[in-house]
C-alpha cells in the first residue's frame, strides 16, 4: 500500500495503537512529518499520513511519554518510545497501517 504525506489531520482522533520501534518506523514510514521535542507537547513527533487509493488518513504519535511531556528526568528517549498511537477518522486504518509497518 503506498502512502503520501498529508497536512490536513483536523479531526482525527486515536482509532488504534500499535507496538514498533522509532527505527522501523522510520524505516518504513522515512523521517517523521512534525517533530515537537524541542517544544512543550504531549506528542514528541508524528507522521501524517493519506492513502491514495482510499483516501484515508492516519496518524502514527506517541502521546505523553517524551522528554518534552515529562521532563528529562522521566520522558522516554525517542528512540525508545515502542507504544504508538494510531489516529484517523476511523478504525479501519488501523489494519491498513499495521500492513504497512510490519511488512
Known sequence: MKLEKNNNID???LVGRVETT?????EK???PHHD?????SKVSVEWSLRFPKTNDVVT????????????DDEGDE???ITDWHIGGYNSK??????????K
Not at 515537537?36 to 512543550?40: D, F, G, R, S, V
Not at 517524551?66 to 521532563?71: E, I, R, T
Open 11 to 13: 479531526g482525527t482522533h
Open 22 to 26: 522509532y527505527k522501523n518506523l522510520v
Open 60 to 71: 502514527i504519535y506517541n502521546w505523553k511519554d517524551g522528554k518534552n511531556y515529562l521532563g
Open 78 to 80: 525517542i528512540e525508545n
Open 93 to 102: 486504518v488501523v489494519p491498513m497501517i499495521k500492513k504497512v509497518i510490519n
Open 29 to 31: 514510514l522515512g523521517p
Open 36 to 40: 515537537y521535542q524541542t517544544e512543550p
